[in-house]
């Protein structure tokens, strides 16, 4: 297969702030009903100014550090022109690496799973636009509404150099991208839409085409695919691929030119007069390297440590979430830990995604319960509704009503043989007592008959 | 009652030793304004008086805002078809900042469209006429501002000072223009033109009635970040060292320099030490700079008006692109011109040629400006090279028409201060003498205008 390059620019909400880039308006728009979170900035209205979240440039600066990349120490926002409904100005506020600009930050990089490294070029902070509704679909809709509870979110800009030569090195930046922004709390798997990308690729050193707002990792994958074979094609035609926009269509997974691309040499730059420069300070830098010090390199050290296995290790400290609770649980049972580390890099990780569960409950008691009875929990089926249970904020009592002799006979087996000492020289009736305690302990009153039957039987073996 | 002449400073004494009541001016200026308003033009928009109580510093007066300045639940037009029906949902800062003094909004004033003109012709609703001689321009762009003062329509006004809009005006009808530093007041709410130019100014009948008003709004405001604190402490200077740039007044008509002249012998004889420089070397390059910048700035300032969130109805095209261009056609020909010169000069290519060049300029004008004026209090030039013209006698040639800002473009430039006040008379028409001082010098070149005026003594009919 010939070669192919490709370079991505992904969009990254910072999620983490509770306002907007330029105003004080509510970042919270998921959910809410149309223009709730709006005000005179967001909304361009005359007369109205932008005036900049710096708690925004702090978030920022947490990706560029992780990213390796370095942040100048002024950068400028420019003011980016494209009549668009969905953008009130008609201009976006971002920022700009020439005609005398510099972004926030520029020349960072990223590891790929195969140990490549990917180039990144700058990263920068720039607002979102509103968005367009269609009642129905975009052709039979009489009107095209207009939402701008998104307008004027703060976004990154991630640019890097074309350096992935595959759709699935593609995808794997999409995904170790987003295990570092959930590492600075950054956690875009919980947001629709936080994390955007558009997409260049160019086939056999080819024209690049850009292919538009592709949403998740997997996606990104699928359009490189198409576009790939695309090109492809036209290449074996000897049809030349013309530099050209084109959007991706999630339902039916294909590329399609996008109308008006002839505005996208010409967005006519300025710098944003009503802005001062963003001034990025020494102090700065090292305040916000310190509130990233749980990186997730010291998480996956911890595991290794306590003796889980590198795969484990790997699935657990990407998500601070899950590394959370490991760390609870190690604390109120040291001796849970491999379990715990087990359930939370399968079961936990695999229901958090399934139902996008966003936060793990701070209180583990349940869990504890889950992982104590976990051996003698019947079934897997059972396991994964307690731990869905707990997961969704519930009290979690295990109770083995579905407990069966054969696995019990094991169990009390293995109490006998630990209490041995103990019960030697009891006579049957203190002895079964005993047993019966350690028994109602762990498996719940509500199996009491199926307990006293397999002890009975048990105890009248040994006899 | 006949407040005719007054000035802000004479009325608060009035009202606070209890021989005038604030409803009683306010029903006067409004009377008189809903009377004259018919031949001056000089209100887009007047409120009938509310009642309102001796509160506050400005103890419940009337004043005029230009109608490019945002007012709560008051249409703010920007003399535009555009904006003819847009009615702001906030207050911009300064419009706050008095209402929070206890002042009240007497009526929103015409202007050149979006601020753009020197004459106060290029408005939507018509041309402003000077009440010194109707059928003359009165000078824009704030020329409702002005021509309400001038005409005892109001006791004091607001307009806005982008390249001499307060000062051009002022000039034009006999009365006192205060650009202040850039920052000095908050711009959120002014409706922008040229964001990095522009500044809030203030239209009075003298100097003492603009330093009121200025203290009343003038500070750092959270929603502009470009706004410092200036510092409002008075000022005390007894002989002003004054530097007369010799090349600016020789840009000026014969009969403006005459006057121009003789004032500066009277502030000579009153003491005020005058020093001559014999040019600017940047003289010739500060219209490129100003309108360069202006212009780009604007074209992309006014992008936003699509007609989506406020506006005119457009009438659905089908496409966006149709559905655009019908939307921008609401604009009047002076708008659209520099919205069209600013996207040029934007462009891919041109941008390096025009724009940045521009912005260089502007940092030579601004370092020569400050190395000249650092030995002095203050530079002193004519306001208008011209007297005002005859409304209609529109100069053709927008770059003859341009230049008649030639003398007020350079405190937008450099950000600095500067106040034009009457120095002279010729027939029914004043000239305008400007003060320029150092950026956040303000109090200091108040103090200056305050001594010359006190000096020069121009009477105007029917003036106290």
Known sequence: MEEIKVGLEVHVQLVTLRTKLFCSCSSDYRGKPPNVNICPVCTGLPGSMPT?????????????????????????????????PDLPKNFQITQYDKAGGYPLAHDGSLKLSNGKTVRIERIHLEEDPGRIYYEGSRATARYSLIDYNRSGIALIEIVTAPDMSSPEEARDFVERLTTILSDVGINVKDYEGALRV?????????ERVEVKNVTGAASVEKAIVYEMFRQKTMYEKGIKVVRETRAWDEKRRITIASRGKEFEAEYRYMPEPDLPPVTVTESLVQKVKDEIGGSQENRYRELINDGINEELAKKISSDKDLFNIYEKIKF?????????????????????KRYSIKTLPEDVSGLAEILQNYRVIPDHESVVAYLKKWMEGEKVKVSLKTVSAENLHDDIMQIIS????????????????????????KFGKDNKKILVEELTKVLNKTK | MNLEGYTLQLILKEIENGSLSPEDINEFYYKRSVDLNRVLNAYITLLEPEKSRAEGDLKGIAIAIKDNISTKGVRTTCASKMLENYIPPYDATAVSSLKKHGGSLLGKTNMDEFAMGSSGENSAFGPTRNPLNREYVTGGSSSGSAAAVAADMAPIALGSDTGGSVRAPASFTGIVGFKPSYGAISRYGLIAYANSLEVIGILGKSVDDVNILFKMIAGKDPMDSTSVNVELKEKNISKPKILVIKSFVELSADEVKKEFYSSIGKLESAGFEINYADKFSLTDYMLSAYYTIACAEASTNLSRYDGIRYGPKVESAGNWRDYISRARSFFGPEVKARIMMGTFILS??????????????????????EK??????????????????????????????????????????????????????????????QFIGLKNEDMKLLKVAEIAEKVLQVKRSGRN
């Open chain 1, 332 to 352: 109120y049972e040291p001796s849970l830990k491999q379990l715990a580390a087990n359930v939370l890099a399968n079961e936990i990780s695999y229901l958090k």
């Open chain 2, 372 to 433: 000249i004026i650092s030995n002095y209090d203050a530079v002193y030039v004519p306001t208008m090279p011209v007297l005002p013209w005859r409304i209609g006698n529109a100069i053709e040639d927008p770059k003859i028409a341009y230049a008649a800002d030639v003398l007020t473009v350079l405190p937008n430039l450099t950000g600095s201060p500067a106040i034009s006040l009457p120095v002279g008379k010729v027939r029914e028409f004043f000239v305008g003498g």
């Open chain 2, 348 to 369: 891919a290519g041109y941008y390096e040629t025009y724009y940045l060049r521009a912005l260089q300029l502007r940092k030579i004008i601004k370092q020569e400006f």
């Open chain 1, 198 to 206: 558009d997409v260049n690729v160019s086939y056999a050193g080819g």
């Open chain 1, 418 to 441: 630990e209490n041995y000492d103990k019960i030697k020289n009891l006579e049957y009736n203190k002895k079964f007592e005993f047993l019966m305690g350690i028994l109602i302990k």
């Open chain 1, 52 to 84: 900049l979240n710096r708690k925004a440039v702090e978030e920022a600066l947490k990706v560029v550090l992780m990213l390796n990349a370095k942040p100048y120490e002024t950068s400028y926002f420019f003011r980016k022109t494209y009549f668009y």
